[in-house]
């Protein structure tokens, strides 16, 4: 039962990431610019040569001009006509998509594919994500289980204090003042060299910490409200009637069910810290995919563009998934 609820919902990524590639693919063609508008002043010839490689000389949508010739030179043939009215640079890219070819950069003239730069980028962002998803865990969620426990005391201030202040302040700003901070008290560069981000250093704990912050604090508050929603449910009160320890109240009763809302916005969020912050990679110099989509952006790197979008998209719908799956575990009547 389980696993055909996961191929269902497997099956439901298709029209997802369609309707994801889409949405990204028309919306990006609007913006003004194109890829070659960055490069130094070439000929026409160039121009249109660099066009016809990467097929940008074809029609966004559909080639009905394309049609319209073979119709007028006497082509009736269905199939061909199709082929023709299908030949344009979104159908290419459906195409290419299904043969899970995202296509070459634009930026690199096709001497690199985005296949390759996602590749080498995405572990650097993985563990930038992967240290913002333990900070973010590790302290928002006890944090909020004690304000609860703890509610109205200092411990409980201490908590919304925090929680507020992480939600208000922007990442960004945040970010200033901890590179600010660390360069000026203790001397730390947060800003490392390229071959810094080589296997899993110190170098990854300052923009780590600053991108799980938002989500930490957003946790906390969560959890804490979570648990005086749980703490004040009958079968917790005939828990500690029946003699049970209060450790085992909290751990199995109460912790457990208050969980059930936190599971639901950490599968995304984590999807979110995982895939990378465009601007904490940014201002911090991280060599990975998030400061790779912002420069693809600058560029007009179509194929780029297109390729972080949707592989961000599909790190959300398999988050999405995970949620529904834990939800079962930690809830056995949604299994029913």
Do not use: C
């Not at 949405?23 to 070659?36: D, E, K, R």
């Not at 009958?234 to 059930?260: C, P, Q, W």
């Amino acid at each position: 039962m389980l696993l055909a609820f996961i191929l269902r919902r497997l099956l439901w990524l298709i029209p997802v990431i369609l309707a994801v590639t889409t949405i990204t693919f028309f919306l990006m063609h609007q913006a003004p610019g194109g890829p070659w508008d960055r490069e130094k002043p070439v000929a026409s010839a160039t121009l249109k040569a660099l066009n016809q490689k990467f097929g940008l000389d074809k029609p966004v949508w559909v080639n009905i001009e394309q049609v319209r010739a073979r119709w007028q030179a006497g082509e009736r043939n269905p199939v061909r006509l199709l082929g023709a009215f299908l030949d344009s640079q979104y159908f290419r890219y459906l195409w290419g998509l299904a043969r899970l070819d995202l296509g070459p950069s634009y930026r690199s003239k096709g001497t690199e594919s985005v296949q390759s730069i996602l590749w080498r980028k995405f572990p650097t962002t993985a563990k930038v994500g992967l240290v913002a998803t333990a900070f973010a865990v590790v302290v928002g969620i006890p944090l909020g289980i004690f304000g609860a426990l703890k509610q109205n005391s200092w411990i409980d201030y201490i908590s919304l204090t925090v929680a507020t202040l992480g939600v208000s302040v922007p990442s960004f700003i945040i970010g200033v003042l901890v590179i600010i901070f660390l360069s000026q008290a203790f001397g730390i560069k947060p800003i490392r060299q390229p071959e810094e981000w080589q296997g899993f250093s110190t170098a990854y704990l300052a923009p780590g910490i600053v991108l799980g912050l938002g989500t930490m604090s957003y946790l906390t508050r969560l959890t804490r409200s979570s648990m005086l929603e749980v703490i004040r449910q009958d079968y917790v009160r005939t828990a500690r009637a029946k003699g049970l320890s209060e450790f085992r109240v909290v751990t199995r009763h109460m912790v457990r069910n208050a969980l059930i809302a936190v599971v639901t916005v950490l599968g995304p969020a984590v999807a979110g810290l995982v895939t990378g912050s465009f601007i904490i990679e940014t201002i911090f110099n991280v060599p990975g995919m998030g400061r790779e989509y912002v420069v693809a952006i600058a560029a007009r790197d179509y194929s780029m563009i297109m390729g972080t979008t949707l592989m961000y998209a599909l790190f959300v719908a398999l988050a999405n998934l995970w949620v529904d799956v834990m939800y079962g575990v930690l809830d056995p009547r949604i299994r029913v």
